[in-house]
């Protein structure tokens, strides 16, 4: 199964994509949205993991960029703010899944591998 990790931090980035590789996933990843459509464009991508606010574009965007370009792909969003007004949890309401960082990897593997997988 194929992801991209998109997120404007490096080590977010790069924990994601060892636990995933180590578990078998193929991975790609990218630090900004307009980065990850590019490899989205260029990959199956089964899933998209993103950080929820980044700059110039934000998962949210994203994933609505991302589903023009394959419709079936999977988006997880993954925020470390707390959303107090529930704007972000409308706003991501589109998407497979929302992580609040930070999260259980095993709550990660478990929407990974219990979703079937995108066209």
């Known amino acids: 199964m194929n992801v991209i990790i998109v997120d404007d931090e490096g080590i977010v980035r790069d924990i994601l994509a060892t636990i995933l590789a180590e578990n078998g996933f193929d991975v790609y990843t990218a630090d900004s949205a307009q980065e990850g459509l590019r490899v989205?464009?260029?990959?199956?991508?089964?899933?998209?993991?993103?950080?929820?606010?980044?700059p110039q574009m934000d998962g949210v965007a994203l994933l609505e960029e991302a589903r023009r370009i394959k419709p079936n792909v999977k988006v997880i969003l993954?925020?470390?703010?707390?959303?107090?007004?529930?704007a972000m949890a409308?706003?991501?309401?589109d998407a497979y899944a929302v992580l609040h960082k930070p999260f259980d990897f095993r709550t990660l593997m478990d929407l990974l591998s219990g979703a079937p997988e995108a066209q």
Request: proline share 4%; charged share 25%.
């Open 40 to 54: 989205l464009g260029e990959t199956p991508a089964d899933f998209i993991i993103t950080d929820f606010l980044m």
């Open 78 to 86: 993954m925020s470390g703010h707390v959303d107090a007004d529930g």
């Open 90 to 93: 409308e706003s991501a309401r």
